[in-house]
């Protein structure tokens, strides 16, 4: 089976400093890898590089694309990659309002994409809309409201609505729970496994949450100084690290 | 009725390096041999501390082996690419651990299906199966629409045992199935582990009680014979 | 003999300016920065038409310049006086005698030719601007056709107000590429963009000129579930009687009584000419001339 995302020695430098170096990894479809590192680990650079929002210093990131098989996302033209992240990729923003539309409506914000891919049926949008609304616990009589009467969680949910519309392959999160009470949190990781079981997607999530980790990632990246200093499957990587970095990280996590 | 050998470990050798202790190396196993066939159970035996969780742990992938092979039918799990043993762990390989993960909020039903749906099975006939086991383990039926975190240690024990039994795995790791487990629970599961046994599955138990192990185990494998002497 | 260099812009400017019409006539819909002069008129007033309309005169042309479909308005008047001091050329009312007509916000009602020019005056060049603040972001969406937010508009439009709400200033789509603001024209209007003549879109303030060259395809935006709609006020003009053409609302007193009459004076003027009489207007040759 060919590799959703092949990526290859991934190097970000900020005059002297390390952004991220030397990372590689492939992605196969369906499978959730989480980068983990603390305040200053690169792991916010490499997303970014990977999602075509940062130009790497060096490497490649090879995207199995529906048309033209594997291409390299950091040489492809800008429209490619634009057009890539309007269709088949998906950013979940830290901040909603990084992500949405804040004075258009909720369904304005979730039918943006399929207008922008050609959809030109008003009731077929809405209707879109508010199945999509449906699937992400947001009560549909708020389809017309603005995400500014929103509360956070909600603002959260309705991102990932506008995001996910287009049935994307990939899915990039930068911290999707940050910011966020813990029963809200509870509530989106829980909406997140069911969609990415449903739709097969592919994510890559940063984070610096390892709960959130073991509950969504098949796999794990654990990010130091800008290298990544082990990798493995999630449960493993957490019960059996092998770093001493990865070892201090884990025994650090305070128990409830 | 045995057959094929389904699980299959040569020399296996595990040490942890703590690193922020001096680099401590405490090796905990070295050695370990074990042949597993289909429809046969074995028990693992040995003195608290002697490598029983850790052998089992390293079969599912959950640690690293430092030198052997593990095979686990086609694959050796201590080898093996991610999402090769993801994919053996979905479809080939349970594990009933002595604790019960996850994630909050979901209901007990969907909790006990979720290995089914994660194969594909429709939605109806995974719930139908899970119901199915819910009921034999004794859980009322008006605990299944709440999430599992709430419930009592007995409770959260049998819906992970049902979450283990839900698909028909060929190879099967039960970590102390029946503690904490009353009588006629400890009946249920003895009787679900039966059953798999029949199926052809391959199961290694960690069993402290010993009438339960004597029953369904085919044979003891005592692991203390792996545990290397260890530096005073 | 004038004072002043023909149409009052130097040779220099005028070539500058007519190197970005070029441009616009070649791009259709784009909008073409160009280099916008101090006018002797304040920005607001036309001074991107005026500009334009300085570049395309010849001296043996004739002049038409309107505002709201009147030749008789303050801002008509004062443009059309500019014209007669500074370039010196003959000035009209009648459309048909027009080889450059510079317009504020509506689009003649007569068909016009191949051999005319139609000058719009233009205050925001930019659809996307409302939705889209950043002139960066704007410009990458038009250069990569990323026109998703456009249908947004609209979207928000029709869930707010049962309707595509937008009366004028009406965004459309030229030859299936660039999307465009026709200038606030009337939504009634955006039909005839689809013309035998050249139009030209000056805009002085935000300094952009953009173009469309004789029978370029436009198409008003819309959704398939609700098309396009072209409406006016459901009367015939008062004076003339005219069905098709758009009118204005005319309060006659303290009373709220009101009169519907054509937008387009001249258009008015020439059916009354040919003995066309709506409900409020008396035949043509007894009018005080």
Known sequence: MTPLLQVRDIAKFYGGRIGCTDVSFDLYPGEVLGIVGESGSGKSTLLNCLAGHLPPDQGEVLFDTRADGPRDTVTMSEPERRMLGRTDWAFVHQHARDGLRMGVSAGGNVGERLMAVGARHYGDIREQALDWLDRVEISGDRIDDRPSAFSGGMQQRLQIARNLVTGPRLVFMDEPTGGLDVSVQARLLDLLRGLVRDMGLSAIIVTHDLAVVRLLADRLMVMKSGHVVEQGLTDQVLDDPQHGYTQLLVSSVLQV | MKGETMIEIRDLEKSFILHNQGAAVIPVMAGAQLDVAAGECVGLTGVSGAGKSTLMRMIYGNYLANGGSIKVGEVDVARAEPREILTLRREVLGYVSQFLRVVPRVPTLTVVAEPLLALGTPVAEAEARAKELLSQLNIPERLWSLSPTTFSGGEQQRVNIARGFAHRYPALLLDEPTASLDAKNREVVLSLIEDAKAGGAAIIGIFHDEAARDRVCDRVVDVTGFTPVRAA | MSDYNFAYLDEQTKRMIRRAILKGLAVPGYQVPFASREMPMPYGWGTGGVQVSAAVLCPEDTMKVIDQGADDTTNAVSIRKFFENTAEVATTEATEEADVIQTRHRIPEQDLREDQILVYQVP??????????????????????????????????????????????????????????????????????????????????????????????????????????????????????????????????????????????????????????????????????
């Open chain 3, 124 to 289: 925001i060049p930019e659809p996307l601007r409302f939705l889209e603040p950043s002139e960066v972001e704007t410009r990458k969406m038009h250069a990569l056709e990323e026109y998703g937010l456009m249908h947004v508009k609209l979207y928000e439009d029709i869930a707010r107000n049962g309707a595509i709400a937008t009366a004028y200033a009406y965004p459309v789509k030229v030859e299936g590429r660039y999307v465009m603001d026709p200038s606030p024209i009337p939504k009634f209007d955006n039909p005839k963009l689809e013309m035998a003549a050249v139009q030209l879109f000056g805009a002085g303030r935000e300094q952009r000129i953009y173009a469309l060259p004789p029978y370029t395809q436009v198409v008003s935006l819309d959704f398939e579930d609700h098309p396009f709609d072209p409406s006016k006020a459901d009367h015939p003009c008062a004076l003339c009687g005219s069905e098709d053409s758009y009118l204005d609302e005319v309060i006659m007193d303290d009373s709220g009584r009101r009169m519907f009459v054509c937008s387009d004076t001249d258009y008015c003027q020439s059916r009354r000419m040919a003995g066309h009489v709506g409900t409020e207007g008396v035949p043509f040759e007894e009018a005080s001339l």
